[in-house]
């Protein structure tokens, strides 16, 4: 536990008041939160750190000349250090004062060295074994610091890392008696020292956002921290180091091999897929994975509707010729019946969502739509089918933005629908779950509610017709969705999903006799990503085809299909098995139940509880003999394991086996560790059980949209109105300064008129507004109005912050989009102190506000004709401070814009900026500069729109008298316009 004990000292003193040993005595805020996501994982922390800084260092001069003499660090002062963009200004303010100061020597009487730098970002990291080290350095040089390394591992040491990279500069200027360089080279240097400023900031939210991706926790999503959690000061208690965080893999695990499948026949490329379906065709004479749709394929990533058949044993892949074939689609379901593979549903693009049933005829390899009778199936993709005889089930699925909770069969004999009657603990609405029937049961696990991931377990009894909820012992699985799920003798298995963490690189397992969980570890020698593939039982071998994600800066990516040996994985579990099956108890007791625990050892006692299920949420936690102890009401299932363990030990008293759950959890994660040595940790630290304790019940809070769905239904029912009305109501919604602001597609029913007065009212009270509004569809006109409907409130002035710049605007009258952001953090970190920029479509000062409040440009001229526009502008340069800076143009900017005059000009207008181009040109000084040409373009189109944006400017220019290269330097991808459309901005230099 030395590396707990080191970690909970470090973070100790970093979250206390007093300064650290570096000179400024506190860690640079632009990376506060990668290193609280660093420290929040359990197999690291940060020992030091610096976010990246351009300074001037006062140094002695070397005291020897002679090359052999070994190089000594020579001290030094700053004269001039920043963590963000140097301002030119300042720094030579200080290399050419006006009154020069009194010089600074060294020791030896001699003026010291002036040196310019630039150092990037470098954190050394402690790691608690090497294989964590080597994971994240591996993550850290795909991020861009390739000069990561591990810098000290061996037989008893600690194993440090170093995240870093060499974009870092270093250049004399002279000494403290005579600055060697002039003014104009400071500029420049300040100049490179600031892209390279950029650059570093780049890499390092590309570095945050790695480590988010591969299973490190946000920690402004962590809910560690309660109120009940304020024990005391734990930083002394080494216990309280472990948590319930996710762990790499280390070298006391046994990892499950995956072997890949190598394909001949068809390209590997084809089973590039996600959101496809597939079913096994297990005959005597035929062991093969028919796989039909999805998203991705060999050459350009498409919706598909290509069958294929995989035989595993060879890797033989070919393509099914069939006579016709369902549209292209993904989020379907595939399920055998006999010989007949039945598709349900999908999306066939993102507004055509279907209901439609197809059957593949798999001994003659025909296609045929099957025309259903019964009651009407609603459209749905991401939902979850099994089949039962011959009967084929559906729960829940998407459809555009309702989540769907109805379960349906399809008779596939009479071809007939049936929706089945609620019946039993009936499962929320989700989507991206998954179901697979065993015997005469239908069993399904997690996917998405629209607020939260989901855990829970459910059965379905095809008899009975009736759902219940089940518990079983073990470990219980990580909500997921988007995972895939099987069945292999007695046993339940679930693979990948979301959200991706080292969970999700688990192959959990529910062997249905014993009621048990338990799980594997597997070897992810690719890292594959199994999020929305297939799992495929043929004999003792699960085959998993597919799965990836599409990462707007990462891109996308693909799984390899691979094959692991269930039989092996069974065997590999058994002693988690034996384990569990000791501490099972035939009968749960009733009598309410507390454990009690010291209060040094409660916040790991509580990690416990709550990691195994063990803690009654629904009650609370209180103190007991003036605070010495900490009382945590549990389940039944607690009491009644605690209880029989409790016997189960009486043997080990004294022994020196008391101490063997230490020794067995050295190392772990509470994730790793069985249930049964969960009870032994707590009786080492000292747990006693009370029963028949009566414990004040907990006020449990409900989500914003729990309480405007009571509010709403309590409206509904006094007016009579349908419950359907209830499906309007919106799942998401966005917040503009104290404006809630409604999706357009809420509340359109024309019955909502009636009873909109309380409606409103009580829709804002639950999500706690001021103020709420619904929007609107943008006014197709050329000043792009906004037609948002405010629904409670006065008016629809709002002040929105933003990268501390003050945005205050008429939400009903002008557009703001939130998808910009990257842009207008863009903007503000280019270096234009000394610039004239001109922005032709300023609108409220999108753009013109961090030109002038972060990048502090010279001069802007703002260009606007949308009279509600201007008017906030006008407002919005007077309340940021930077109205002297800024002349606002009213009108068309093809008649008022300046000429001649911009070492700069952004053209921020979507869909196109076209029609101004020849006044951006107009606008540039003689000399040439900068234009940002904004445009909505398909993603298949960038360069040949990069090629159309050079030579149309260049052929403007020449017709405008002006002799410029025109070259297209950098096209920043903004976002997603819509689908397959990417908003771009194209920055164009001319010269």
Request: aromatic share 8%; glycine share 8%; proline share 4%.
């Amino acid at each position: 536990m030395e590396f707990e004990k080191r970690k909970a000292a470090t973070l100790a003193s970093i979250r206390s008041s007093v300064t650290d040993k570096s000179p400024k005595g506190f860690l640079d805020e632009p990376i506060l939160h990668l290193l609280e996501t660093i420290n929040h994982h359990p197999s690291y922390f940060t020992t030091s750190s610096c976010s990246g800084r351009i300074s001037i260092l006062s140094q002695p001069k070397p005291q020897s000349t002679n090359p052999s003499t070994k190089k000594k660090a020579r001290g030094g002062s700053w004269l001039y250090i920043t963590h963000d963009p140097a301002d030119p200004e300042s720094v030579l303010h200080l290399l050419f004062p006006p009154h020069p100061p009194t010089q600074i020597t060294d020791p030896l009487g001699q003026p010291s060295e002036l040196v310019f730098r630039f150092e990037p970002l470098i954190i050394a990291i402690e790691c608690k074994d090497v294989r964590s080290a080597q994971f994240l350095v591996a993550t850290a040089i795909s991020a861009g610091f390739r000069e990561s390394g591990i810098t000290c591992c061996g037989e008893g040491k600690r194993v440090i890392i170093a995240i870093r990279c060499s974009i870092r500069m270093e250049v004399p200027l002279g000494d403290t008696g005579k600055v060697m360089v002039s003014r104009e080279y400071v500029r420049f240097l300040v100049d490179v020292a600031n892209e390279k400023m950029v650059a570093n900031r780049k890499r390092t939210d590309g570095f945050g956002l790695a480590l988010l991706s591969n299973g490190f926790k946000n920690p402004d999503d962590a809910n560690d921290v309660e109120e009940e959690d304020n024990f005391e000061n734990l930083a002394e208690n080494h216990e309280s180091s472990i948590n319930n965080g996710d762990l790499l893999p280390g070298p006391h695990q046994d990892l499950m091999p995956l072997s890949t499948i190598s394909i001949t026949g068809e390209s590997v490329e084809k089973l590039h897929l996600w959101g496809h379906a597939a079913c096994t065709i297990d005959k005597t004479d035929r062991k093969e994975v028919i796989v039909f749709g999805g998203f991705g394929g060999f050459g350009r990533h498409a919706r598909r509707n290509e069958s294929m058949l995989l035989d595993p044993s060879c890797g033989t892949l070919k393509l099914v010729a069939v006579n016709e074939s369902p549209s292209p689609r993904l989020g379907h379901t595939a399920s055998m019946v006999g010989d007949c593979m039945f598709v349900i549903g999908g999306r066939a693009d993102p507004l055509n969502i279907l209901n439609d049933v197809w059957m593949l005829d798999i001994s003659k390899c025909e296609w045929s739509s099957q025309r259903c009778i019964g009651c009407e199936v609603p459209p749905r993709h991401r939902h979850a089918a099994a089949s039962i005889g011959s009967n084929v089930y559906i729960f829940g699925g998407l459809n555009q933005d309702k989540i769907l909770s109805s379960l349906h069969f399809l008779d596939t004999k009479n071809l007939q629908w049936k929706e089945i009657e609620q019946r039993g603990p009936w499962p929320c609405a989700r989507h991206s779950h998954d179901m697979v029937a065993y015997e005469s049961q239908l069993f399904m696990f997690g996917g998405y509610n629209g607020e939260k991931v989901l855990d829970d377990l459910y059965s379905f009894d095809v008899q009975s017709c009736s759902w219940k909820l089940e518990m079983v012992s073990g470990k219980w699985p990580q909500a997921r969705f988007s995972h895939s799920m099987f069945v292999y003798k007695h046993v339940i298995g679930i693979i990948g999903g979301c959200p991706v963490s080292q969970n999700c690189h688990d192959l959990v397992l529910l062997d249905l006799k014993h009621r048990l969980w338990r799980s594997v570890r597997l070897d992810f020698m690719n890292r594959e990503l199994l999020v929305r593939s297939t799992a495929s039982v043929i004999g003792d071998d699960l085959i998993v085809i597919g799965g990836g994600a599409a990462c707007y800066a990462f891109g996308t990516k693909f799984s390899e299909p691979v094959k692991i040996n269930l039989l092996q994985s069974l065997t590999m579990s058994e002693n988690d098995v034996k384990a569990s099956i000791e501490v099972k108890t035939e009968a749960s007791l009733s009598q309410p139940c507390v454990i009690q625990l010291e209060r040094k050892y409660a916040k790991l006692g509580k990690d416990i509880l709550k990691n195994f299920g063990w803690l009654d949420l629904e009650r609370k936690v209180y103190s007991h003999e003036k605070g010495l102890y900490i009382c945590f009401p549990v389940t039944e299932k607690l009491s009644a394991l605690f209880h029989e363990k409790q016997l189960l030990d009486k043997d080990l008293e004294g022994s020196e086996d008391n101490h063997l759950t230490s020794q067995l959890t050295k190392g772990l994660s509470l994730k790793e560790i069985s249930s049964s040595v969960a009870l032994n940790l707590l009786k080492e630290l000292g747990a006693r059980k009370f029963t028949n304790v009566a414990v004040e019940a907990k006020k449990v809070a409900k989500s914003p949209l729990q309480r405007m769905k009571e509010a709403v239904t309590s409206i509904l029912k006094q007016k009579g109105l349908p419950e359907e009305l209830l499906d309007e109501l919106p799942q998401k919604w966005e917040r503009l300064g104290d404006i809630v602001v409604l999706p357009v597609t809420s509340f359109k029913d024309p019955a909502w008129s009636s009873i909109s007065e309380e409606v409103w009212s009580a829709v804002a009270i639950s999500l706690s507004a001021n103020r709420l509004a619904r929007q609107g569809r943008v006014e197709a006109n050329g000043t792009r109005d906004s037609t948002l409907e405010i629904l409670v409130g006065d008016d629809g002035w709002v002040d929105h912050r933003e990268n501390g710049i003050l945005y205050s605007f008429n939400a009903t009258k002008c557009m703001f989009s939130w998808g910009n952001l990257s842009e207008k953090l863009r903007m503000g970190n280019v270096a234009c102190e000394n610039e004239v920029v001109v922005d032709l479509f300023a609108g409220i000062g999108y753009f013109t506000l961090p030109f002038l409040v972060r990048a502090k440009a010279k001069l802007v001229y703002a260009c606007e004709w949308n009279p509600h526009a201007i008017e906030a502008l006008r407002h919005n340069v007077e309340a940021n401070f930077v109205s002297d800076r800024c002349i606002i143009l009213e009108g068309d900017n093809r008649i008022n814009a300046p000429k001649g005059v911009a070492d700069r000009v952004c053209l921020g207008l979507i869909p196109t900026s076209e029609g101004s181009w020849v006044t951006a040109i107009q606008a540039l000084r003689p000399e040439g500069g900068i234009l940002h040409v904004h445009g909505n373009v398909k993603d298949s189109d960038v360069s040949s729109w990069s090629e159309h944006v050079s030579k149309s400017l260049g052929d403007i220019a020449r017709a405008e008298g002006r002799s410029w290269e025109v070259t297209v330097e950098h096209i920043e991808k903004v976002k997603w316009y819509a689908p397959r459309i990417r908003h771009l901005v194209a920055d164009v230099r001319c010269r």
